[in-house]
């Protein structure tokens, strides 16, 4: 396949259709990007060569263009001195040389038409480039997350929490099962005379309580009357 070819095909290409389309996302994205630089290269190499014709055509009319001067200047001399002739053959020289340079500039026209073409297409190439790299990136966050995400699950479902989660349960039942043994005990059993007393206590705190409960919603009750 030709650099213009890929080319062509890079440009028009759509990263992420073709993304979703793959079977292997990270290879896929990581050959693209291969394949980009390496057109980016060859496009870089051949704009280069470009210039470099450019430069030599460039130096080549400046001197033709030094030696027209020149001759016309030879021209004014022979003018100076009477000699038509030699005037005339001094400027004969210079129209060559200025056919010349015509022909020069019009080889330079298509390398300046190449250089604005290579030109668009590196800025289209290295955009194309920075978006792969960006899927790139995002495609590793999502792998990282998802591989995270596989091992937090991989282990609440192995057999490791199991045995955790049954070990809390052997100790719940067993737990219970004190509970169950302090409440049998207490079955049947007369309270002694600290605990009698202590109801006493706890049960007269209590009337005390109510019967400030009423007297206060009496008092209420009253002022409202008045009212």
């Given at each position: 396949m ?13 990263i ?8 292997d ?28 014709d ?7 009319i ?41 022909e020069?500039?019009?080889d ?5 038409e ?13 955009a194309?480039?920075k978006?792969?790299?960006q899927?790139q ?8 997350s ?18 955790i989660?049954?070990r809390?349960?052997?100790m ?10 302090v ?10 005379l ?8 706890a ?8 019967a ?16």
């Amino acid at each position: 396949m030709g650099i213009f070819t890929r080319l062509t095909d890079i440009i028009n290409s759509n990263i992420t259709h073709i993304l979703d389309k793959a079977e292997d996302p990270d290879k896929m994205i990581r050959m693209m990007i291969q394949e980009m630089e390496d057109t980016l290269v060859e496009v870089r190499s051949s704009a280069a060569r470009v210039i470099a014709d450019r430069k030599e055509i460039d130096r080549h009319i400046d001197r033709l263009q030094k030696v027209q001067q020149d001759w016309y200047d030879k021209a004014e001399l022979a003018m100076s001195k009477n000699r038509e002739d030699l005037a005339n053959a001094a400027l004969i020289e210079k129209a060559k040389l200025v056919d010349i340079v015509v022909e020069l500039e019009q080889d330079r026209a298509p390398l300046e038409e190449a250089l604005t073409k290579y030109e668009a297409d590196i800025v289209s190439l290295e955009a194309k480039i920075k978006e792969a790299k960006q899927k790139q990136q995002s495609l590793v966050e999502r792998q990282n997350s998802a591989e995270s995400q596989l091992r937090v699950r991989s282990k609440l479902y192995d057999n490791r929490i199991e045995n955790i989660m049954n070990r809390f349960a052997l100790m719940e039942k067993r737990v219970e099962e004190t509970e169950s043994r302090v409440e049998a005990t207490e079955l049947g059993r007369e309270k002694t005379l600290n605990e009698e007393f202590a109801d006493l206590e706890a049960n007269e705190r209590v009337a005390d309580e109510l019967a400030e409960l009423k007297d206060k919603v009496a008092k209420k009750e009253s002022k409202a009357a008045k009212k």
